[in-house]
């Protein structure tokens, strides 16, 4: 029951005193701008909204309920949960104040919620309705295991306009997996090759939707390698590689191979599965990549990214030391890392 302690916050009911910071920071027309209230939203309107819920104690079936969000005694937002009439399914939603963001307040927040739901409720599923533009919310999301479930097109009405409707899920027992996922440095990585038997299993690798605008689908990378790119004149080959983190398929990595009309090789693609990412496989695989290379006498290995973006690898490689050359690749910055 109510109130909810997490590592940093305190997640309570919300009090009738609450209304004028609610009102402040739902009135902010750039947290207002990935809500769907009217606006302007007044201290009236927040008042109304707390006295219809000013008798729980916790949940009510059929109805939302807004839950403050506190840190050391400041309220800082709100985390909405509404349970459908039969309170199998629960739809989430949460707002920070603006000074607040970036600090990982949100996933803790709806994290404990959302655990909460499913230790005193009968919810299997809980979904939650994004702007398809919110990376941010895309990523709270994600990070305590939520999946991208659907986009329907102008199927959202609000202020007058119609707008896309981008839908994320979390099913009980995909939340049960995410917490018992690996979580620490595999003890053994290894680079190991797809066979006919077995590429159907290295297909089912994904990273989170909203990594998709940097790291191309499982799909998308052998369709590349089966139907290569001509670059100067000639198909570029392609190497490709599973990554073996332990005993568990947990990445795919691809170069552009060297040959005659292309004398470097390439960084052609990477990615890191969803339930294995932040471990340092992908620092490791590099370095495997790099001792082939060496071992073959090569001194260099090219790599190119979307800058400026929330969650662009731009740090990863810089950290791993590639250097930009100047290049560009269509949007792309070409890097080099050299040894």
């Known amino acids: 029951m ?3 302690r997490t590592d940093r916050l305190v997640v309570r009911a ?11 920071y739902r009135n902010d027309p750039d947290i207002a701008a990935m809500q769907d209230w009217d ?21 009510q079936p059929g109805d939302w309920t807004s839950l403050a969000l506190e840190l050391d005694g400041e309220l800082i937002g709100d985390v909405a949960v509404r349970l459908d009439d039969t309170g199998s399914v629960a739809e989430i939603g949460y707002t920070l104040r603006r000074e607040f963001h970036g600090h990982g307040y949100a996933r803790e927040a709806v994290a404990a919620a959302v655990d909460h739901v499913i ?26 295991g939520f999946t991208f479930d659907s986009l329907t097109r102008q199927s959202y009405f609000m202020r007058g306009e119609w707008y896309d409707d981008l839908r994320y899920a979390l099913l009980r027992d995909d939340r049960a997996a ?14 190991v090759e797809i066979t006919p038997d077995d590429a159907y299993l290295w297909g089912r690798l994904a990273t989170h939707h909203s990594q998709q605008r940097f790291v191309a689908t499982m799909p998308l990378s052998f369709r590349d390698a089966l139907f290569p790119e001509i670059v100067d004149g000639a198909p570029v080959v392609p190497w490709m590689r599973g990554v073996m983190a332990d005993d568990q398929r947990g990445g795919f990595v691809m170069l552009a191979d060297v040959t005659a009309h292309h004398p470097e090789p390439f960084l052609w693609r990477l990615l890191v599965d969803r339930m294995h990412q932040r471990r340092g496989i992908g620092r490791r695989v590099i370095d495997l990549v790099v001792d ?14 979307v800058g400026g973006l929330p969650g662009t690898p731009e740090p990863f490689y810089l ?3 590639f250097v930009p050359t100047g290049a560009m690749d269509g949007a792309e910055t070409v890097a080099r890392l050299s040894w």
């Open 178 to 191: 995410w917490l018992a996922r690996p979580a620490t440095p595999p003890r053994h990585v290894e680079l």
């Open 119 to 144: 230790a005193t409720t009968d919810v299997h599923r809980f979904e939650a309705s994004l702007d398809p533009q919110n990376v941010a919310s895309m990523r709270v999301l994600e990070s305590i």
């Open 39 to 59: 606006m302007p939203y007044t201290v009236e309107r927040a008042h109304a909204m707390l006295a219809h819920q000013a008798d729980r104690h916790d949940l």
């Open 292 to 305: 082939r290379l060496r071992a073959e006498g090569h001194r260099s290995l090219l790599t190119s990214w």
């Open 14 to 24: 919300m009090l009738p005193t609450d209304a004028h910071t609610v009102a402040a």
């Open 2 to 4: 109510l109130p909810l």
């Open 319 to 321: 950290g791993l030391g």
